[in-house]
């Protein structure tokens, strides 16, 4: 039996917990040529969708696409986007969310934990010397990160 990726499930229970929380899911995708979006948006073959419930129309999240229609600039278009091109699904509030390797047969999800959180800090000492230094201002943008 083949083995079922859990990539659409969990973007689908990140999608609903972004939405029960008040905040805007944004998909991070990896454009390809099975990607339909509108490419004059696409930057270094990369898009951020906003796939809210105010943002789009007949949103579905199935296994194998995320299908939509949506509004950019006013215009109404028609977006595919495979599964295996999706490289992470975040809140825009706070950039919690998950990140995956996008392309087929790779189904690892990593945690992004809000900006300065460290899930781990308790466990670790600090390095030396590190500590006293101030971390430069962001610009207030959601990133994506990967977490090891």
């Excluded at 979006?37 to 995320?66: C, H, Q």
């Excluded at 699904?89 to 790779?106: C, D, H, R, Y």
């Excluded at 945690?111 to 101030?134: F, R, T, Y």
Aim: aromatic letters at 6%; glycine letters at 12%; charged letters at 20%.
């Amino acid at each position: 039996m083949k083995e079922v990726s859990t990539t659409p499930y969990l973007i689908r229970g990140i999608w609903e917990w972004c939405v029960d929380c008040g905040f805007t899911p944004y998909v991070a995708v990896k454009v390809d040529s099975a990607t339909r979006v509108p490419m004059e948006y696409v930057r270094n073959g990369e898009i951020v969708l906003n796939v809210s419930p105010d943002a789009t129309r007949s949103l579905k999240i199935g296994n194998d696409l995320i299908q939509f229609s949506a509004r950019f600039n006013g215009v109404s278009h028609e977006v595919s986007v495979p599964i295996s091109s999706v490289a992470g699904i975040f809140a825009k509030e706070n950039g919690q969310g998950l990140v995956f390797q996008p392309g087929p047969g790779s189904n690892a999800p990593a945690l992004v934990p809000p900006s300065g959180d460290d899930p781990g800090d308790g466990d670790k000492p600090k390095p030396p010397g590190n500590g006293d230094k101030p971390k430069p201002p962001g610009n207030g943008r959601p990133k994506l990160q990967v977490v090891k």
